[in-house]
């Protein structure tokens, strides 16, 4: 049995404690310094970027849209300015390219929430299981859809939504926000593992099917380096995305990690002592590559 | 993992009664969130929309709680809803008695709404409507004392149009005039300036939302005159000229006072010069 205790040790032997955590750092670095540009302009006067993570102004000049915010909108019969066309379309290009769940893991602000419960999870060694299906969140993403069209009164979703919630509550005064988030961080810890960001939210359910074609993918290209550890299975918020890349290999199926899924947070390059892991393209040569030097190898063994 | 995966292969009951139950759990959460909107759509009588903002059902469709509106407002008067307040979550409002709306007339948060949820049609202030001024304690507005005060009448950026003062004569002194503030709503943009100005402890003219401090006429409802105006003509037949059948020399007029016999006053004994009544007597003798 895998021992929580010891999570990461092996890791951090083999390459040190700031290789082990290199992009856990760079991912807290994303989403605080997101949330600082947004708050140097109420805080210290200095306005870098104004409005919140629905729709933003950066530097008077890039405008900033949530496509899926504007969705609902648009539902409940709302024709957008060009200012928010422009910054849906830039907001999808760049999720398209990097993966939708780039969203969840670098830059939504919940994430540091799930994180800590999940930390929390494995400290304090609790392990119940969820009854809830991965796909209740599309579930979740159909009715916020619906309810605009069906219910007066709007955007219902956006005034129940934790995501948009934490984020405006951080950058224009919270007020009762912290609970939600608080029973987001309860339900994390004690009802489910993953239990919002992977089974519910319908934003991350969103960012899933924008991306569900990106060309940023992780990919275990060195899959025969595995030493079954089995610690990027519970470090990894979505474990059922790693199996088929890393055990692939016999069925012939490509290292690479498909599946839209994968938030691409990086947690099992840095949790994997062998190197296993890395970031690369969807189409990327290097799995011709790799897979050429193993018929290599192999000819040399025989 | 591959335990779960086998079942969900093999167990196509037990799929289909995990997807039931899925969808089940979630349009719980729909009904609930359904029921949850129509009471978060409520908001206070003083909390007031930005300028340009649609009719509250529209809005709270098109506003996506960015904030921008907020940021973009050169006096910083607006908030944005938090949870716990009396408003939906994240839309923007003001209060007009601590920070009313100052009418830019560039209107920077209209131009920084990326939905329209501000409508950008809306290219002059004066044009706007975000609520109506409303004297609404006229036994403590001390105009209506007698004493002279028109705070809101001078503040109001419409001066004379959108707050006249009425001069009434005052009873109480019985030689002065009152100098009542009225209100027109054709002019009243809502802004607030004259609820944060008023003197008194308690404002006694306050804004409230349209459809708060607006009557409304019956759908049925026609005034003569009007439509009498409007058709350039009366639209009802005159009445035909009553006839009496009176025996001659009588007629009758109301205004005279009823039945006039013609001819009546020559038959009176007295004459019409008050004079010869006095001197009769004197003649007698």
């Not at chain 2, 098109?62 to 839309?91: N, S």
């Not at chain 2, 030689?175 to 002019?187: G, N, Q």
């Amino acid at each position: 049995m895998l021992d929580m205790k010891t999570l990461g040790n092996d890791a951090i032997a083999e390459k040190g404690w700031f290789k082990a955590h290199k992009f856990l750092i760079m991912r807290r670095l994303s989403q605080l310094g997101i949330l600082a540009l947004f708050l140097t302009g109420p805080w210290l006067g200095i306005w870098i970027v104004k409005g919140n993570l629905a729709s933003n102004l950066t530097l008077d000049v890039l405008p900033l849209t949530d496509p899926y915010v504007l969705l609902q909108a648009s539902l409940s019969g709302v024709v957008p300015e060009t200012a928010a066309i422009i910054g849906v379309v830039i907001v999808l290009v760049f999720y398209f390219l990097v993966g939708g769940r780039v969203y969840c893991s670098w830059v939504c602000p919940v994430n540091m929430v799930t994180d800590l419960a999940a930390w929390l999870r494995r400290k304090l060694g609790i392990r119940t299981t969820s009854q809830l299906s991965r796909s209740t969140r599309y579930w979740m993403l159909a009715l916020t859809l619906i309810l605009p069209l069906v219910v007066t009164g709007g955007i219902i979703w956006e005034l129940v939504n934790p995501v948009s919630m934490m984020f405006r509550g951080i950058v224009f005064g919270m007020g009762a926000a912290w609970v939600m988030v608080l029973g987001i961080f309860l339900f994390d810890l004690i009802v489910a593992k993953d239990g919002w960001c992977g089974h519910i939210c319908p934003v991350g359910a969103f960012y899933n099917l924008i991306g569900s074609k990106s060309l940023l993918r992780v990919n275990a290209l060195q899959r025969q380096a595995c030493n079954d550890c089995m610690e990027c299975y519970v470090i990894c918020p979505e474990p059922q995305v790693i199996k088929p890349a890393l055990k692939g290999e016999e069925k012939g199926v490509s290292p690479v990690i498909l599946s839209s899924d994968c938030t691409n947070c990086g947690r099992c390059i840095d949790i994997c002592a062998k190197d296993v892991f890395s970031y690369g393209g969807r189409y990327s040569k290097t799995t011709e590559v790799y897979k050429r030097k193993g018929e290599i190898n192999q000819g040399v063994q025989a | 993992m591959s335990e779960t995966e086998r079942k969900n292969e093999i167990n196509r009951r037990q799929f289909l009664g995990n997807m039931l139950k899925t969808a089940c759990g979630v349009g719980l959460v729909g009904l609930g969130l359904g029921a949850y909107s129509k009471r978060a759509s409520t908001m206070p009588a003083n909390y007031i929309r930005p300028p340009g903002a649609l009719p509250e059902e529209d809005f709270l469709g098109a506003c996506i709680r960015c904030g921008l509106c907020v940021r973009d407002c050169p006096y910083d008067i607006l908030f944005l809803g938090e949870v716990g307040d009396e408003v939906a979550t994240g839309t923007p409002y003001f209060i007009a008695r601590t920070g009313p709306c100052e009418m830019c007339e560039d209107i920077p948060c209209v131009v920084a709404c990326p939905t329209n949820a501000l409508d950008h049609d809306l290219k002059d202030i004066e044009d706007s409507r975000m609520g109506l001024a409303v004297l609404i304690d006229q036994e403590n507005c001390i105009a209506f004392h007698g004493l002279r005060c028109e705070v809101c009448f001078n503040v109001c950026p419409i001066r004379n149009r959108a707050i006249s003062l009425d001069m009434q004569h005052n009873t109480r002194s019985g030689k002065h005039a009152l100098f009542i503030p009225v209100v027109h709503s054709e002019a009243c943009t809502g802004c607030g300036l004259c609820e944060r100005a008023c003197i008194l402890e308690e404002a006694a003219i306050k804004v409230f939302p349209m459809h708060l401090a607006k009557g409304e006429l019956g759908k049925h409802y026609r005034l003569g005159w009007k439509e009498k105006e409007k058709a350039g003509k009366a639209l009802v037949t005159p009445d035909t000229e009553h006839r009496y059948n009176l025996p001659e020399g009588v007629r009758y007029d109301l205004q005279g006072e009823g039945l006039i016999i013609e001819g009546e006053a020559e038959e009176t004994p007295f004459s019409s010069n008050p004079l010869d009544t006095l001197n009769s007597g004197f003649m007698d003798k």
